[in-house]
């Protein structure tokens, strides 16, 4: 049999005891305990007011299989009334540009890829599986407390930091040519310029890339820009692993929009006022199934954002077939009338980015652009321009911010419709 405790090893634990029941009351007066975690009674004010301000009464709740919980709430009671230049606005529940316009001037080629893979590739949403939202209401994720107790300022939860120039960096194909690298923030894109750009389109390969840090995220997306590098706006649209704004490291639909460079403005899906949503089948920040895998086939989603010629309003479209809603042109300067530019690829945020150690973070599925076919990829990519009707851009060039972290390449000669292959790894022998 073992040996009980002596008396003074008694009376020494009982201090200990005391002593540790005296610093939780410590910290608990200073601040409030939550799952382990000191937060101070200001930041857990914070939080709750955020929360009032998400969260609408539920007309219907889904339990996701992945532990997401979707809320059916009344389109008419959702969070993009709050802002200010929105609080009479009247909801556009469909867009008055013809669609079917669109189908009219495809290629052939075009038709008969869409058929091909419009029930084989195309990538649905996890919480589906559990139910469905009404007509009438919209699908909203449900944010969590502990993710709004993890971030780092509670006021900015869901907007992107802001990207301010660190750095020049040279073009690898051309030394004369110099690269601006933003802090934080590394991109490798295919860009289109010179004209006035009212929409933009393509099918973007799902993918599951490593994420190193809570802190980070990556995105591969549609993006609409206009306005100088220090205060863009843009509206955007794809696929992120962003664990910061999810809580965790699932592959997601996001949309994303900003009207000054992400300073004060803008957010991820629902995450502040300004979107405007009217459909009930499409979840904001919602997982992605299945996920493309190197020897299997190559899962997408469709992206189209297009601006109504009527409204003015800058319409999403997700699969060809469902309009998800709208940022309403009074988010916005120059973008309530045209954008100056598009791009579609890769970005990945870190504290790393331009440093070294270079972050792990991956881009795309992790892989360079030299391994085309089996990277990161984006195909039929069209513009709306100074014509109404879709087309292959005239004229585009990549961009990479770190070509020897994250690359890419546009394929566009002896094809009938151009490919972009972009993404990396991050951190490896060439980007230490």
């Not at 890829?113 to 996890?126: C, D």
């Not at 706006?233 to 696929?239: L, P, Q």
């Not at 300067?333 to 990945?348: D, I, M, P, Q, R």
């Amino acid at each position: 049999m073992g040996k009980g405790l002596s008396g003074g090893e008694v009376i020494r634990l009982r201090g200990m005891m005391v002593i540790m029941v005296g610093v939780t009351v410590t910290l608990i007066r200073c601040g409030v305990l939550v799952e382990g975690n000191v937060f101070s009674k200001q930041k857990i004010l914070e939080v709750e007011r955020k929360l009032t301000q998400l969260r609408r009464p539920a007309v219907k709740t889904i339990q996701s299989e992945d532990g997401d919980i979707i809320d059916c709430i009344d389109i008419y009671k959702q969070p993009a009334f709050d802002h200010p230049a929105l609080r009479n606005h009247t909801i556009q529940m469909a867009p008055t540009y013809d669609l079917t316009k669109e189908t009219k001037t495809m290629t052939k080629m075009d038709r008969l890829k869409k058929r091909s893979e419009q029930s084989s590739v195309t990538a649905k949403q996890t919480w589906k599986k559990s139910g469905s939202c009404p007509q009438g209401t919209i699908p909203v994720r449900r944010t969590r407390k502990k993710d709004l107790l993890r971030a780092s300022s509670v006021k900015d939860y869901g907007r992107k930091k802001h990207s301010t120039l660190s750095r020049h960096v040279a073009e690898p194909s051309d030394n004369k040519s110099v690269y601006l690298l933003r802090a934080n923030h590394s991109k490798a894109i295919l860009l289109t310029e010179g004209y006035s750009y009212t929409g933009a389109k393509g099918d973007i390969k799902v993918c599951a890339p490593s994420v190193e840090l809570d802190d980070e995220y990556t995105t591969s997306q549609v993006c609409l820009i206009n306005g100088p590098s220090f205060a863009f706006e843009s509206v955007e649209s794809g696929w992120a692993v962003n664990p910061s704004v999810y809580g965790d490291r699932n592959t997601r639909f996001f949309l994303y929009w900003t009207a000054d460079g992400s300073k004060k403005t803008g957010c991820f899906d629902l995450t502040c006022p300004g979107f405007v949503q009217t459909s009930h089948e499409i979840a904001l920040g919602a997982a992605i199934y299945p996920i493309s895998a190197p020897d299997g086939l190559p899962y997408e989603i469709i992206v189209y954002i297009f601006k109504d010629p009527v409204t003015s309003n800058w319409w999403v479209q997700y699969g060809e077939r469902i309009n998800i809603g709208y940022w309403p042109p009074e988010l916005f300067f120059a973008l309530s009338y045209h954008a100056t530019g598009v791009e579609w690829g890769g970005e990945v945020y870190s504290s790393r980015v331009g440093t070294t150690p270079h972050t792990k973070t991956d881009m795309g599925n992790g892989r360079f652009a030299s391994t085309a076919g089996f990277s990161g990829v984006i195909t039929r990519m069209r513009i709306h321009d100074n014509s109404p009707a879709l087309k292959i851009p005239e004229w585009a060039e990549t961009y990479m911010d770190e070509f020897n972290c994250y690359d890419a390449i546009y394929v566009e000669d002896y094809v009938e419709d151009p490919e972009f292959y972009y993404g990396g790894p991050g951190r490896n022998y060439k980007c230490p």
